[in-house]
């Protein structure tokens, strides 16, 4: 009987972010009868780590950083703003020593393993000379990491030249890295974030908390972390705000549901109300599944400044639902077939998005139109395609 390859997956963490939905979704789809799989996070954040459970039986489980003492405070740091004295201690004193913890557990696990998948670009200083084949995983727009954190990009790329394929989400990404980075044209590949259908439909349908009954109006939905750094919420709140100023029979429009947390709900909670719509808008805070929530949404509207991908649209594209999102870098245009499954507005604009809510909520043609364009656009997003295309990476030499 031939062995089975084992594969090992890497993260820095295991949150409730998109990245580590995804990753989630590839371990659920690939087939534990042929792979032994583990999968090392960087450091243990117990609470926060709400997509464990999520996780099947077959897959082992390794930490590389779980001493309490090497944790508190970077999970301190998930919920809050540190205080300065806190971070120094954090960042000088603990941090060397989690580095050096993770290295010892790395180098031990990759000896064990016939290849590796860095799913999060975090760990090419320890890879740099893994003598197994390497693919590491890049979500964002790197024209826009470079823009925002040019030093930390430039290390992660030329950190990630030693591996054997660089797996980018989508084209835009793809034609970006080979202007910015045309030294490792030959390394950057696409594999599309890739959902099971079946799976996603069923979650879909499961019922909402029976103390959470949907307007009579219905609603918009928004995924997505309460960070303004990336998402923009404050722009959605302001669009939905002069939504209802512009239409005549404002308490016809649907209301607006926040799916996610993050360390700027209560300043986003303060503008909901000094915009006077907090009758009008719930924060619902974390949900381990936000299917069930779409599929009973008149809309998704998304209105980050920059993505990787937008794993939000990808979800409700699946599920047929009307898309409003920015046009951001990158992913967005790609994923709704620039604009012909959705509708997409210029990011941080207010006036556009608001005026593509009112369509959106007022015309049911239009909705049924966009629902129809979605189910056609959405079948390049199978997470078969996507598993088939990294396992024929990791046959590579290294």
């Not at 049924?368 to 189910?375: V, Y």
Request: hydrophobic letters at 40%; aromatic letters at 8%; a positive charge.
């Amino acid at each position: 009987m031939t062995p089975k390859k084992r594969l090992l997956f890497l993260i820095c963490a295991l949150l409730d972010g998109g990245i580590d939905t995804i990753l989630v979704e590839y371990l659920r789809n690939i087939d534990l009868g042929k792979f032994d799989v583990t999968l090392a996070i960087g450091i243990k954040m117990d609470e926060f780590e709400v997509h464990l459970p999520k996780i099947p039986h077959g897959v082992r489980i390794e930490y590389l950083v779980d001493a309490p003492r090497l944790t508190r405070w970077r999970k301190a740091k998930h919920t809050r703003r540190l205080p300065a004295a806190i971070k120094l201690y954090d960042e000088i004193i603990l941090n060397p020593l989690r580095k050096l913890t993770s290295s010892r557990r790395l180098q031990r696990l990759i000896a064990s393993h016939d290849a590796v998948i860095d799913f999060d670009a975090t760990f090419y200083t320890a890879l740099r000379r893994c003598p197994v084949p390497v693919v590491g995983f890049y979500h964002f727009s790197i024209a826009e990491n470079l823009a925002r954190n040019r030093r930390h990009t430039m290390r992660q790329m030329h950190g990630m030249a030693h591996y054997t394929a660089i797996a980018l989400i989508c084209d835009a990404m793809i034609d970006e890295g080979r202007r910015l980075f045309p030294e490792l044209s030959h390394k950057f590949t696409r594999i599309y974030n890739g959902y099971n259908f079946d799976t996603l439909r069923r979650r879909a349908a499961a019922q909402l908390p029976a103390a959470l009954i949907p307007p009579p109006q219905g609603y918009f939905l928004s995924v997505a972390r309460l960070e303004e750094s990336q998402k923009d919420i404050t722009t959605l709140l302001k669009a939905y705000a002069l939504m209802r100023s512009l239409s005549a029979a404002p308490h016809t429009l649907p209301h607006l549901w926040l799916l996610g947390t993050g360390r700027d709900r209560s300043r986003l909670e303060t503008l909901a109300d000094s915009l006077g719509i907090t009758p009008y808008v719930t924060f619902l805070g974390f949900r381990p599944d936000a299917a069930p929530y779409m599929s009973r949404s008149l809309a998704l509207v998304h209105s980050s400044k920059y993505e990787g991908f937008g794993l939000a649209i990808a979800e409700a594209l699946i599920l047929g639902l009307p898309i409003i999102s920015s046009d951001c870098p990158t992913g967005p245009a790609e994923i709704l077939g620039h604009g012909n499954a959705g509708i997409l507005v210029p990011p941080g604009n207010v006036d556009a998005m608001a005026h593509a809510m009112l369509r959106i909520a007022t015309d049911p043609a239009l909705r049924g139109s966009l629902s129809e364009a979605t189910r056609s656009h959405c079948r390049i997003f199978d997470i078969n395609t996507s598993i088939s295309r990294l396992l024929t990476l990791l046959d590579q030499p290294r």
